[in-house]
C-alpha cells in the first residue's frame, strides 16, 4: 500500500473527527444552525466514506480483490473477524451515508444532531484508525 494514502487518510479522518467533536459541543449548548447542520450532515458523509475507501483498501490487501458493492467490502473483513469491523451495524453506516448522498431532504436533523451528540462516530474512527494501521504493516 503507497504510504502517502495512508498518511493522507490518517490524518484527513483525525481532521474529520476533530470537527465532529467541535459540532459536538455546539450541540450540548444548542442545537445546530442552518449552515452547521448542513456542516455536520456532510462531515458525516466524508467520514462514512473514508470508511469504505479504506474497506476497499484493506480487501484488496487481504483478498487480491475488492467488492464494488460499500456493505460487501465490510462484510468480506467481518468474516475475517476483525474486531473493529464485528459488531458494527455497517448495513445501517452505508445506508446512511446513501441518505445524505440521495434522500438529503429526508434526513432528520434530531438523528444527525444524536449521532454527533452520542459520538456514534467513534467506531468509524476505530475501524479507520485499525484498517490503516493494517494498511501501513502490509504494503
Not at 18 to 27: H, K, M, T
Not at 51 to 67: A, Q
Not at 89 to 100: E, F
Not at 110 to 132: M, P
Request: with cysteine; proline share 1%.
Amino acid at each position: 500500500m503507497d504510504n502517502h494514502y495512508v498518511l493522507s487518510m490518517r490524518e484527513h479522518t483525525q481532521l474529520i473527527v476533530s470537527e465532529l467533536r467541535g459540532l459536538n459541543s455546539i450541540i450540548v449548548e444548542r442545537s445546530l444552525s442552518r449552515y452547521e447542520y448542513r456542516a455536520a450532515e456532510r462531515t458525516l458523509q466524508i467520514l462514512i466514506e473514508a470508511c469504505i475507501g479504506i474497506s476497499k483498501h484493506w480487501n484488496k490487501s487481504l483478498f487480491g480483490v475488492s467488492p464494488a458493492d460499500a456493505y460487501a467490502s465490510f462484510k468480506r473483513l467481518e468474516e475475517k473477524n476483525i474486531p473493529e469491523v464485528v459488531n458494527v451495524n455497517w448495513r445501517a453506516i452505508v445506508g446512511m451515508r446513501n441518505a445524505l448522498v440521495h434522500d438529503y431532504l429526508n434526513i432528520d436533523q434530531q438523528t444527525v444532531e444524536h449521532i454527533i451528540k452520542h459520538e456514534n462516530y467513534i467506531d468509524l474512527k476505530a475501524f479507520a484508525d485499525a484498517g490503516l494501521d493494517y494498511l501501513s504493516k502490509n504494503k
